[in-house]
């Protein structure tokens, strides 16, 4: 019974969407947080703009990742 | 100065009036015909799948798609045609005979086709899953992604033969070889060298390289938007499942004895938890290429949803008025794709070679 009501539910709620939802709201507060950082320490230290620049690039990348994982999986579960 | 400045905003406008014309223009051309339901997550997973034939463009209603050809290995040997022998039916409703037995293509696979056909036509047998029932030969087709990993692979060998035969007798690099010759010098410098270390970095800059190139030259001609170009091979798993798999073998054939002795009896930690640490360690072994063939196909594969998504804006509003946000929006996202895909081809060699790297390390304790 319970089954056939989660079912019931699923098939009016599009959990696949609110779960890409979800991982944009995590990669946005990781990818804030990571440039955040990077201008902070480029305000400090302007002469370390280009090394920390290319690393706050690669980090942004793998926070992106994750996000797109949970965009794959949302696209397999649909 | 002055001069090019008004050129190109005349350029522009052009451009700008030329989309607008050429979106209206379509319109036109559909809604005379018939007004069908544009279905747009089709269109995209079409897009991103592999297919037998290279679809260029519709024309009054038309498939125009180059045909390439299909290499199967049946029960009775090799079997070879061109896929225009299916006239563009992907339903398996077109059924090809060759040395005396049938085949049919249902959602780009091709089957041995059923006896007869079922209610809609087709030749297939379907399950309760609506999943087609047939066998299937074992297929070794030039599909278009295989056609464009050739292409592929014959840019990459011009570029280098070319960039090699740039060189003066001082060494000096001209034409393109001062276009690669940074680049490898940037693999080496910042990738391999700090990764694998000054001793044995050389051994794996060939792999390094390769994997390098070759990533990002797909990666490239995804993002190019017409016929050689355009097929989304560094979006499939197998392509990335593939790069993963020889950068797993590398690295676990390349282990020394202190990377298997810090997986299965990590030193200096009380042996309860070295009992707790040797799964999950073990485990990790084989998450690591897993992450990389996720990461590489998850990004690729959302830039180019993300791009069709923007263009599709245009038919899902059904009004040619919207196509200059969605062409603008189109083209930003491209060209922040073209960052994408570059920082991707970086840190999956970066990964592979902090993987080699940290399977070769000497410990001292």
């Known amino acids: 019974m319970s089954l056939a009501l989660i079912q019931d539910v699923a098939s009016y709620v599009p959990f696949a969407a609110i779960g890409a939802g979800l991982a944009a709201i995590g990669a946005g507060i990781g990818i804030g947080r990571i440039g955040g950082s990077a201008m902070d320490a480029i305000a400090r230290q302007p002469e370390m703009q280009g090394k920390i620049q290319s690393s706050a690039i690669v980090l942004i990348a793998f926070v992106e990742a994750v996000a797109l994982f949970a965009v794959v999986v949302s696209l397999i579960a649909k | ?365």
Do not use: C
């Open chain 2, 1 to 365: 100065m002055k001069t090019i400045h008004f050129t190109s905003i005349k350029n522009l406008i052009i451009g700008v009036f030329f989309i607008l014309v050429a979106t209206t223009s379509t319109f036109a051309a559909s809604s005379d015909s018939e007004e069908e339901e544009f279905d747009v997550t089709n269109m995209i997973m079409h897009h991103i799948k592999d297919a037998h034939d290279f679809h260029i463009m519709d024309w009054n209603g038309h498939a125009v798609s180059i045909p390439l050809p299909v290499i199967l290995w049946t029960e009775n040997g090799l079997v070879t045609f061109m896929s225009s022998e299916f006239h563009h039916d992907d339903i398996g409703s077109v059924v090809v005979e060759r040395n005396g037995q049938k085949f049919v293509k249902f959602h780009e696979e091709i089957y041995y086709a059923s006896e007869g056909p079922n209610a809609d036509g087709s030749y297939v047998t379907m399950n309760a899953d609506a999943h087609p029932q047939n066998a299937h030969p074992m297929n070794f087709s030039i599909t278009k992604l295989v056609f464009s990993m050739f292409l592929s692979i014959l840019l990459l060998l011009w570029i280098f033969g070319l960039s090699a035969r740039r060189y003066d007798a001082d060494g000096v690099p001209k034409g393109i070889a001062k276009f690669t010759e940074p680049l490898i010098v940037f693999i080496r410098d910042e990738v391999a060298i700090p990764n694998i270390g000054e001793k044995n970095y050389r051994k794996f800059m060939p792999f390094l390289l390769t994997l390098f190139f070759f990533i990002w030259i797909n990666n490239v001609m995804g993002l190019v938007p017409f016929f050689p170009f355009s097929a989304n091979l560094s979006g499939n798993i197998a392509f990335t499942g593939v790069l993963a798999i020889i950068t797993f073998v590398i690295t676990t054939v390349n282990g020394n004895k202190d990377y298997w002795k810090h997986i299965f009896w990590m030193p200096g930690v009380p042996v309860p938890m070295k009992l707790f640490l040797a799964p999950i360690e073990f485990i990790g072994i084989f998450i690591k290429p897993i992450s990389l063939m996720i990461r590489l196909f998850a990004n690729i594969t959302a830039g180019h949803i993300i791009v069709l998504s923007l263009i599709s804006l245009i038919f899902i509003a059904k009004t040619a008025w919207i196509s200059p946000a969605s062409v603008f929006f189109a083209v930003f996202i491209s060209l922040i794709e073209v960052l994408v895909v570059a920082i991707q081809a970086y840190i999956f060699t970066m990964l592979s070679a902090l993987y080699i790297g940290s399977a070769m390390e000497e410990h001292e304790h």
